[in-house]
T-cell receptor, first 115, second 114 residues
Framework: AQSVAQPEDQVNVAEGNPLTVKCTYS??????LFWYVQYPNRGLQFLLK??????LVKGSYGFEAEFNKSQTSFHLKKPSALVSDSALYFC?????????????FGGGTRVLVKP | ETGVTQTPRHLVMGMTNKKSLKCEQH?????MYWYKQSAKKPLELMFV???????ENNSVPSRFSPECPNSSHLFLHLHTLQPEDSALYLC?????????????FGSGTRLTVV
């Protein structure tokens, strides 16, 4: 069975400092990996994805993530955090041939960026 | 707007009421999903529809009844709910197998059961 873990419930960072949100996954095949962000009372918004190719993927709002196959990780990063980045972040994994395109989500990490 | 529209945005219902949540997408996607998001809990996949057929039902109580009349619409019919069913219900859609873009989510319906 596929699974994804976000070990931190919350990450606090000062504005302007680097932001990292951790994600590890467990799948038996080749994964598709995603990051989503959720602002209060909103649905999830797509940030970026890894399918194949370059291990460093760049996404929306200055975010990037690095796929590390040996560590089965896909950590989300931003070099300089903004107060407006405060939100709930979800990592997700999908197998290449998952029935119904099923995405499995992590538990979410709340990011708080302080001025 | 993301292309997936959910109505209503907020719903308060008594435990004996019957109500329905609606989800609509005009993205040309052929798979649709219902997720439940409760406070301090992971996103819970409830139902998956692919090509208008239910392909997954994750042990959801029968008081939740999904309906997918066509590829653009998905409903969640609710009856005799419990207070613990209060949550944000998210609808999502995606393209068929082989597409790389994950899901497009609606903004959700905030359900409160009193």
């Amino acid at each position: 069975a596929q699974s994804v873990a976000q070990p931190e419930d919350q990450v606090n960072v000062a504005e302007g400092n680097p932001l990292t949100v951790k994600c590890t996954y467990s799948v038996s095949g080749n994964p598709y990996l995603f990051w989503y962000v959720q602002y209060p009372n909103r649905g999830l918004q797509f940030l970026l994805k890894y399918i194949t190719g370059d291990n460093l993927v760049k996404g929306s709002y200055g975010f990037e993530a690095e796929f590390n196959k040996s560590q089965t990780s896909f950590h989300l990063k931003k070099p300089s955090a903004l107060v407006s980045d405060s939100a709930l972040y979800f990592c997700a994994v999908r197998l290449l041939k998952a029935a119904g395109n099923k995405l499995t989500f992590g538990g979410g990490t709340r990011v708080l960026v302080k001025p | 707007e993301t292309g997936v529209t959910q109505t209503p945005r907020h719903l308060v219902m008594g435990m004996t009421n019957k109500k329905s949540l609606k989800c609509e997408q005009h993205l040309g996607h052929n798979a649709m999903y219902w997720y439940k998001q409760s406070a301090k809990k992971p996103l819970e996949l409830m139902f998956v529809y692919s090509l208008e057929e239910r392909v997954e039902n994750n042990s959801v109580p029968s008081r939740f009844s999904p309906e997918c009349p066509n590829s653009s619409h998905l409903f969640l019919h609710l009856h005799t709910l419990q207070p613990e069913d209060s949550a944000l219900y998210l609808c999502a859609s995606s393209q068929g197998a082989g597409v790389n873009y994950g899901y497009t989510f609606g903004s959700g319906t905030r359900l409160t059961v009193v």
